[in-house]
């Protein structure tokens, strides 16, 4: 008799959104009347831009006609999408990354999630608290987090790292040596932004005591603040000790698209064993390449029109959370985020938890937002709004919320 | 010091199709004069149907304005696709088979290589030899396959199911008893198809003994006899012990554009524990959909129009898959598959190793096939030859194999 792996079995509930989506269906149910808007999930809502859509157009004719038709993509992406990462994320910006050190995948949430896999059952994993829920329940579903604490709300084997808000929600290196390092800035849930100073101390302790940090900058086109670096690159020694996670989601649009990288410097290794060799081999074993005609759009978002338009899109979402964030503070909200991030992150008023304030703003203000208590324990007594809404909504919702 | 998953580390070299692509462009550098013909990976080369075309280009405009945009898909797929697959390959053949059964993917590759994470990591594999390299090279990565014995080209606790000309390429029950069973019908490689009676006999014998089945039906567009089942759930019980996987690659030429689907049956369980529910906390978790033009292409398939390219798209392999399999046959090779297959394997003249032919057919003939060898030892002294080139492209392959 076949064997499940029960590892899965130890998983607390269903993943957050799916049981945010399933609180929101229900109460539209029964309240077919309300006008419901939703700033949790952090999904964006412009349409793709006019460079993108020109581009997936043109690459859906080619896929119609015999001559320039293309089937299987090469495993680890085409090239002239790596080039572009590489030249316009990268290079102009001074990090030494070369075309062969990215991998196109179809998203940063299927490679945070499986990243892991190239490294020994045993690593010890550091997570922040609060944190993206699939670090963690990627780790669980491997064997590597030990026994959940259901008062806790903690995992045996798993490293936190507080981030709250008498460390401006940046952790501490922690205490215990870890193996994996979750780094994610500008940060989900909190918003907040590191500073290059500080990333520098991180990768400078990565590279001490031989840990890999896995670097989550999928909320890097966000930045506005010039001490704050967009990929972990610009730090010193970085290409030794780090795998950086990137997403064409939030700062192009591709939430429904699907598309995304990582980058594994070639130089990176752990106990003479070639970190970009693993990834590489986990990429042609499991894994077939991003779709040709998504792969175009990508390639457009670093063209000039595609450029402009996104900065457009970009600042359409920053004036949200310019609008959340300053609305909520004149209201009496303790609030963070928002300045390098589309997140807002709120302290609950009146000592209310989490889910009891998800509830709160649902029922009375119908507006959905996220429960920090979602992200891991820290995250209790917060909340987290995105700016993924449109302007409108985005005004009406904080609006109620201060109404309330 | 973190240590990687030296699991990894046991693979005996690289991707078969990773290697014979290097030896390709390496024998193509160094003769830019020849015209080579490939009929080695199975990837198709006919554009993709009218119908299709559209339907990705009415889904682009669709992501370009406001009121149609969609962001993030379901994890496990539209219901438009999904109850499409359930109507039109389920119920349509007499299996009741639900659209919420139904799992939406970037391909089958990946959902076979995924797929065994949800079980047991001492769960005893078995698998057909030759067989398709992901369903072992996924299993070895996690840490079921044992050691590597490169002599024999096995592995030490897969227990090896042979598929011979004796069995007509399809395998006996096991003397072993196995947990997990990846079958894979029309096969791939050998092309060779299974009854439904003979199928039938696997699943009794999984009911009985408690393994799951991992059914590989990627080819089942092109079966051509009344006795060969479309589905493993047109057997009694299967629903009770059978994931079946499909793609959309080789009936209607998807390879470029990435779309699949797992069944999972939701009365499937072992242990108590739903073997649909694992697979839904693995998709919710570490996946994030397939793209949503994508998936209105897939739906397409579907359609009037769809369907009728398509028949003609398949008759056009299938006319390559005869054209090849009479050819080699008079000229006196011994040959089987192509029948209810895309593939034709061969059995290589004069005693010749599968590297051997290879290697005399790239340079004596300018033909790229794929090695049997490269599917297991079970595969050696044989080789596959597809039917995804042209048609002038098939002729002229098979005359020049002819004239060797």
Known sequence: MVKINDNYLKLPGSYLFSTIGKKVREYSGSHPDKKIIRLGIGDVTLPLAPAIISALHSAVDEMGRAETFRG???????????EAIAEHDYRARGCAIDADEIFVSDGAKCDSGNIQEIFSLDSRVAVCDPVYPVYVDSNVMAGRAGNYDSD???????????????????????????DLIYLCFPNNPTGAAVTKARLQEWVDYA????????????????????????????CDGAKSCAIEL??????????????GFAVVPKGLERGGVSLHALWARRHGTKYNG??????????????????????????????????????????????????????????????????EFFD???????????????????????????????????????DRIRAL
């Open 72 to 82: 299987y993509a090469p495993d680890l992406g085409y090239d002239f999408l790596r």
């Open 360 to 398: 709160c703003l649902l029922e009375k203000a119908d507006v959905v937002g996220t429960p920090g208590s979602g992200f891991g324990p820290g995250g209790e007594g917060y909340f987290r709004l995105t700016a993924f809404g449109s302007y409108e909504n985005t005004v009406e919702a904080v």
């Open 246 to 259: 990137r997403s064409f989601s939030k700062n192009a649009g591709f939430t429904g698209l699907r598309l």
């Open 207 to 234: 590279c001490k005591v031989g840990a890999v940090i896995l670097y989550d900058a999928a909320y890097e086109a966000y930045i506005t603040e010039d001490d704050v670096p967009h990929s972990i690159y610009e």
């Open 290 to 355: 991003a779709p040709y005609i998504v792969q175009r759009a990508g390639e457009a978002v670093y063209s000039q029109a595609g450029k402009a338009q996104l900065a457009e899109q970009i600042a359409y979402y920053r004036k949200n959370a310019d609008y959340i964030y300053k609305g909520l503070k004149e209201a009496g909200y303790t609030v963070s985020g928002g300045v390098n991030s589309p997140y807002i992150w709120l302290k609950t008023p009146k000592g209310m938890s989490s889910w």
């Open 152 to 178: 806790a709300g903690t995992w045996s084997d798993v490293i936190y790292m507080p981030c709250t808000a008498d460390n401006a929600f940046v952790p501490e290196l922690p205490d215990e040596t870890p």
